[in-house]
Every structure is written in structure tokens, then in C-alpha cells.
């Protein structure tokens, strides 16, 4: 008949006593860090509120365009504003 003894050691040492100063068989302590600074949202921080706004620009002026010109009239516009950054750009590179 087999004995009913654990085939595996303990890792831990039966007869030391639990205290303080014995770092065996210890679980760590997890501690929420509630207290770190973090860092604002985007829309809290400088760089945030501006794109924010400079894209509320950008829909603003499309819009216009788009009110103003028509749909075509805004793509062709754009097109040809394109174009001419582009030249620019070959201009003072090349």
C-alpha cells in the first residue's frame, strides 16, 4: 500500500516562526499609489487646447469655403492651393 506523503519538499522550513525580520514565505504587500502625480488630460495642457482650436479653425473655414464655392469650387481651390505649396517648397529646396 502506498504511503500518502508528498512526493514534493515544502519550500518553506515548517519550524521557523512567522515574524517580521523572516523573508521567507512573505507575500508582498500590493499598495495602491494614489497619490502620483499624473499628468493633465490633452485638453488640460497647452499644446491640446491649441489643436483643439486650430482644427475648430480648419472645419470653420471648410465650411465656408464649401458654403461659398460649392463643393467643386472648395475641391479646386484646395487643388490649386496645393499645387502652389508644392511649387513653393521645389522652390526653396531646389
Known amino acids: 500500500m ?3 506523503t508528498d512526493r514534493e519538499t515544502p519550500r518553506y522550513d515548517a519550524t521557523v ?3 517580521v525580520k523572516n523573508v521567507y514565505d512573505r507575500h508582498p504587500v ?3 499609489q494614489l497619490f502620483v502625480d499624473t499628468t493633465p488630460r490633452w485638453y488640460q495642457q497647452w499644446w491640446g487646447i491649441a489643436l ?3 482644427a475648430f479653425l480648419i472645419v470653420v473655414g ?4 464649401v458654403q461659398e464655392f460649392g463643393l467643386a469650387g472648395t475641391a479646386q481651390r484646395a487643388g490649386e492651393a496645393g499645387v502652389g505649396l508644392m511649387r513653393g517648397f521645389a522652390r526653396v529646396v531646389g
Open 2 to 4: 502506498p504511503t500518502r
Open 17 to 19: 516562526q512567522r515574524s
Open 30 to 32: 500590493l499598495i495602491p
Open 52 to 54: 483643439g482650436v486650430v
Open 62 to 65: 471648410v465650411a465656408f469655403a
